[in-house]
Structure formats: structure tokens, C-alpha cells
């Protein structure tokens, strides 16, 4: 089995996926208008970190904790449906090819992304795609959520260790897979592969695709690259040059403060 990541916000998504949600239990009156705009804050300053955008991860993971601890994991999935169908049209023209096509390869689609497993499995359940890694929060015993995390992809070193989870799950090759993905946290799970695609990635991911000699697609681009990729008469991956990387260890320690 050959297997190939995508990210989902900014890649098969038009923006964040994880606000929808947030807007919608907002609307409903289970999380304060405040506390989604503390988790818009942390996300801005996440996105303009640059290098720095490790540190920032901590502080988005734990607004979004914040915001959403105490509200029931029942009524979370029941808004996320009724967030998707508002949302739904961000979904870009290219996503859906984009998996018909890795799927005619020969290739199984994987959605991994630091956004709500809630919305992750929305996304999923209209591309057809069985595996899907979201962030997911800790429920109590009265089913609400807590400040803990059981998967956090938004840690770069975290989301790649999901992922070859899952290839070792099913006898996959890391080295043959193919990965998408358009930000800076992206890079570790690229630098795993035999098949990185960086697209349309931010400038900090846009300098280590370089450094690394990783393919970097537009919308545009995309499936003509994937399917030269993963064709019948696909190349055989090559080793890479190393790329240097920021440290992990913040991002280590937040896993480990926010996860049971």
C-alpha cells in the first residue's frame, strides 16, 4: 500500500477549518464570543511567527482548549454539521481530483491536519476519505471537553509520528508516500517522505521546500505534479539533502502538558 498525507486548512481548504466550528458553537451559545476571538489572536500571530512558529503553536493549542473546554463532545460533532454545510464551499475545485486521482494511482488518501477531529471527519465524509488524524480533546466522564489533548498535529514532530503510525499500521513504506502540505508545520512530515509537495506554502515553508528540493505546486499545478508523481511510471524516490530545523523542544513539551 502506497500512502499520501494532505493537510486540510490552506490546502484542500480555503483558510481555517476549525473556526467554522468554533463560530458555530458560538452561535449556539456553548463557547463565548471572547474566547474565539482569543484563538483568532493566537492563530494571527501563528501565522506571521515566521521561524518562530513553534512557540506559537503552544499558545493557539491552548486558546483553543480554553474555548472550548466544558462543551460536550455530542454537541461539537452536532455543530460541526451544521458548520460544514455553511462552509463547504471553501472546499478547493482541486481536492476532490486531487484524491479521485492518488486513489487511480494506487495511492490511499490521508487527511492529517491540526484542525478539530469534528470537522476533520466532516471534510473526510464528503471526499470519501476513511483515514483522517484531527486534533481531538480529552473528554470527562460527563462526556465535555477538558484541557487536554489526545492528538495534536499541529506539532510538526507529532504529526509525523501519527503518520508512520499509520504506514507501519499497514505495512506502508514512509520513503514511497507522498505528502501535502502548505505551512511551516508541515515540514517535518515533508522531510519524511520519498514524494514532498509543498504547496502553495508560506515563506517559511517555502524556503525549506528549497533547501530541501522538494516540489512546490500552486492550485494550478497541483494534479498534473501529483499525477507525474504517482503514476504508473512514477520515479523512484532519492534521497535528500538534510534541511535544518528549528528545535522541537517547545513543541515536545506542550504535547506532553496537554496530552493524556
Known amino acids: ?55 506559537t503553536t503552544d499558545l493557539t493549542s491552548a486558546a483553543y482548549a480554553h474555548a472550548v473546554r466544558g462543551v460536550r463532545h455530542e454537541d461539537a460533532v452536532r455543530a460541526s454539521h451544521t458548520a460544514w454545510h455553511r462552509v463547504r464551499h471553501r472546499l478547493l475545485a482541486s481536492s476532490a481530483p486531487l484524491v479521485q486521482n ?36 480529552a473528554t470527562g466522564a460527563d462526556g465535555a471537553y477538558t484541557h487536554r489533548f489526545l492528538t495534536l498535529p499541529a506539532v510538526p514532530e ?16 514512509v520513503r514511497a508516500a507522498l505528502a501535502v502540505g502548505n505551512s511551516a508545520s508541515d515540514h517535518a512530515l515533508l522531510g519524511s517522505v520519498g514524494h514532498p509537495v509543498a504547496f502553495e ?36 524516490p532519492v534521497p535528500r539533502p538534510a534541511v535544518s530545523l528549528p528545535s522541537s523542544q517547545a513543541s515536545e513539551r506542550n504535547l506532553h502538558a496537554h496530552s493524556s
Open 1 to 55: 500500500m502506497n500512502l499520501a498525507a494532505l493537510d486540510v486548512d490552506g490546502t484542500l481548504y480555503e483558510g481555517t477549518l476549525g473556526f467554522s466550528l468554533l463560530d458555530e458553537l458560538s452561535v449556539s451559545g456553548l463557547v463565548s464570543a471572547h474566547s474565539v476571538q482569543h484563538v483568532r489572536d493566537a492563530m494571527r500571530a501563528h501565522r506571521g511567527a515566521g521561524g518562530r512558529f513553534r512557540d
Open 102 to 137: 492518488l486513489r487511480r494511482n494506487g495511492f490511499t488518501p490521508v487527511l492529517l491536519s491540526g484542525s478539530p477531529q469534528e470537522m476533520i471527519d466532516r471534510i473526510a465524509d464528503e471526499l470519501g476519505v476513511a483515514h483522517r488524524i484531527g486534533m481531538r480533546v
Open 158 to 173: 507529532v504529526k509525523t509520528t501519527l503518520f508512520r503510525a499509520l504506514a507501519a499500521r499497514f505495512g506502508a513504506d
Open 201 to 236: 506554502p508560506d515563506d517559511t515553508l517555502r524556503a525549506l521546500a528549497r533547501a530541501g528540493g522538494w516540489a512546490i505546486a500552486d492550485r494550478h499545478t497541483l494534479l498534473p505534479l501529483v499525477d507525474a508523481v504517482t503514476g504508473p511510471r512514477r520515479p523512484t
